[in-house]
């Protein structure tokens, strides 16, 4: 945890995790990179129109598994004490505990990113077209409100690697392009956000997914029947 320290950040109102240049003074995002297995996914494209209502809540998400993995025990237990660290920034007893979902009998991390931010979280930032292969329909930008935008913050970017003299180059790819079983590297960060009751936690958000290995669902797919 050396060099890493939280900072406040008023639009959204959060507390994030950053290292500091100590010659500039530059923050920059702490940012978890994680290889594991992907056990669930809601990525995009939506197939159908969400309600206006639940604009606010509609995400794409992925849960990884390491599969007892020593190097993926390593980071979840790493986040485990970056969020102690983000902790200490709230009044004591006002931190939900962080409750990691398990997986086929080991911990697992779902990281996420909602699709729109409350413009009253943040009035400044910039509202961003989709992605066509993230909206191909339609679908997202036709609930899009002025209440609600699509910023930066909010975009998760998917990548293939390909193996180039020895060496991963990433390529972007559809999100259509996962599967359940894929072997992907998921770049993840952190912050503590509040909630109802003058109470906060802190939440996984995705910043990104390179598939690494497909071959485990390709091989199962070859095999159906026809």
Known sequence: MDGISAYYTDKPKCWKLATVDPESGDKEEVVIT??????????PPLMERPSSRSI?????????????????KRTVQTIQRLDHLLSRQVPDGKMDPLQLPSAFGDTALEPGNRYF??????????????DPAVDPKG????????SY??????????FVAL???????????SPMHFRVGDIVEAQITLACVPIKKDKFKT???????AMMDSSHTQVRTDCRPT
């Open 56 to 72: 606010h809540f509609v995400r794409q998400q992925i849960q990884l598994t390491g599969l007892e993995c020593s190097i993926f």
């Open 163 to 173: 193996a180039d003299d020895g060496q991963h180059k990433f390529a972007h790819v």
């Open 139 to 146: 679908i997202l930008e036709g609930i899009r409100t002025s």
């Open 149 to 158: 935008f699509h910023g930066q913050d909010n975009q998760v970017m998917y």
């Open 34 to 43: 994680i290889q594991g297995i992907i056990c669930q996914k809601e990525l």
């Open 203 to 209: 939440v996984l958000h995705l910043r990104s997914i």
């Open 117 to 130: 931010t409350a413009r009253r979280d943040d009035p400044d930032s910039k509202d961003l077209p989709f």
